[in-house]
């Protein structure tokens, strides 16, 4: 307590209730020593707009009741806070969606979606047409093994995929296959990329800008588009992670784990839940593996994919620095600032996509990687 206000040792004490009250030790014990049962554990964590957070609660500290907890359905107004994770998370990737599949790149710009998209393209002979939603774009191979569906906009993709996946999964009993690919940047590398991804006209053949004047125009950048960056930034995963029923820090856990990936399986839940005969759609989290790449293991892709999807390896496409040479000084001044305390209170913002944007980067934080090295 010290730390956070100077001076203020020995003024402050943590009472542990023994020493506030010393004739009811042997009673505080005996409760301490209590082993909350299952059904315990389930009326404590209820079943309202607060019990995802409960049950995360009590699973982070290991007390997870050895049943299923029933997540009630979200109330309007309720509050937004990550459902029970489903646990259904595979270390093996040993699901062939080279097949008779429909392999969806739902991913935030400048995290490697073009070089995914063109990476299936180009393995299976094709070409992407505009669908009905014009931020959606579809591939289909001549001999009907494989549709590629590529986008920035998650919700535009599952409104697509839920009646396309109908029609091609359930009512003609082809039992299509379905994977997405999403995946996501350490934002100290994310924020220079999508800077110059704006800049690139001017800055690729400029031979007057200097790095210095870069940077001041960054950090201008970092002001004048900070809504639309928190926007491009949350667009995709948390919307992911809420249909999945997981969170990103355990994500990030797992890709640590796996060295780059996490695959998560289809959602669990009722025929009436995976089909809607009267819409004529199907539960995209219900019929779709999600795979979760992090692009800070470039080297480890081309495996991934390799096994997911056989035939022909991944290869990454030419970064900036080769598409644009004389951009390079520039560009690695850029990447070199280091956000100030004022520029992160812009970046995190005060909006409904905060949090986000403070999950995202505590991730990539060395405090994160200090806590994996105590947990390990």
């Known amino acids: 307590f010290d730390e956070v206000i100077p001076g203020h040792r020995n003024k402050y004490s943590s009472s542990n209730g023994d020493d506030v009250c010393p004739t009811n030790v042997e009673r505080n014990n005996a409760v301490k020593a209590y082993v ?26 290991g007390h997870s009741p050895n049943m299923e907890i029933v997540a ?8 937004t806070v990550p459902e029970q994770p489903s646990m259904n998370f595979q270390q093996t990737l040993d699901t062939d969606f080279g097949e008779n599949s429909i392999i969806s790149v739902i991913n935030t710009p400048k995290c490697g979606t073009g070089g995914l998209s063109y990476h299936f393209q180009e393995m299976y002979n094709t070409y992407f047409r505009v669908t009905r939603f014009k931020q959606v774009k579809l591939a289909e191979s001549r001999d009907s093994r494989i549709d590629i569906l590529r986008s920035h906009m998650v919700g535009k993709s599952f409104l697509f995929l839920k009646t396309y996946l109908y029609e091609h999964y359930y009512r003609m009993g082809r039992h299509k296959k379905c994977l997405i690919i999403t995946a996501i940047r350490d934002p100290k590398s994310w924020f220079p990329s999508m800077f110059m ?9 400029a031979t007057d800008i200097t790095s210095e004047q870069a940077v001041a125009n960054y950090r201008k950048w970092i002001i004048e588009r900070a809504y639309a960056n928190r926007l491009w ?10 249909m999945y029923r997981t969170t990103l820090t355990e994500q990030m856990n797992i890709i640590t784990m796996n060295s ?57 496409p030419l970064d900036r620095f080769q598409l644009c040479p004389a951009n390079s000084e520039r560009y690695h001044a850029v990447k070199e600032h280091k956000f100030t305390e004022s520029e992160m209170k812009i970046i995190y913002g005060d909006d409904e996509y905060s949090p986000y944007m403070h999950d995202w980067f505590y991730n990539y934080s060395q405090d994160r990687k200090k806590q994996q090295e105590v947990s390990q």
């Not at 009630?72 to 509050?79: N, T, W």
């Not at 930034?233 to 809420?242: D, F, R, S, T």
Request: proline content about 9%.
């Open 197 to 205: 991804e704006d800049v690139r006209r001017d800055y690729c053949e």
């Open 233 to 242: 930034a949350q667009l995709n995963i948390p919307y992911l992670l809420e």
């Open 36 to 61: 909350l049962s299952d059904e315990e554990k389930l009326n404590m964590i209820g079943k309202d707009k607060l019990s995802p957070y409960m049950a995360e609660w009590f699973q982070v500290y």
């Open 72 to 79: 009630p359905p979200k109330a309007e107004g309720a509050l």
């Open 260 to 316: 780059g990936y996490s695959l998560i399986d289809p959602v669990s839940m009722s025929p009436d839940e995976m089909v809607n005969d009267v819409d004529e759609t199907v539960s995209v989290p219900g019929v779709c593996s999600l795979l979760f790449l992090d692009m800070e293991y470039p080297a480890r892709w081309s495996d991934i994919l390799l096994k997911l999807v056989p035939g022909k390896r991944y290869s990454p």
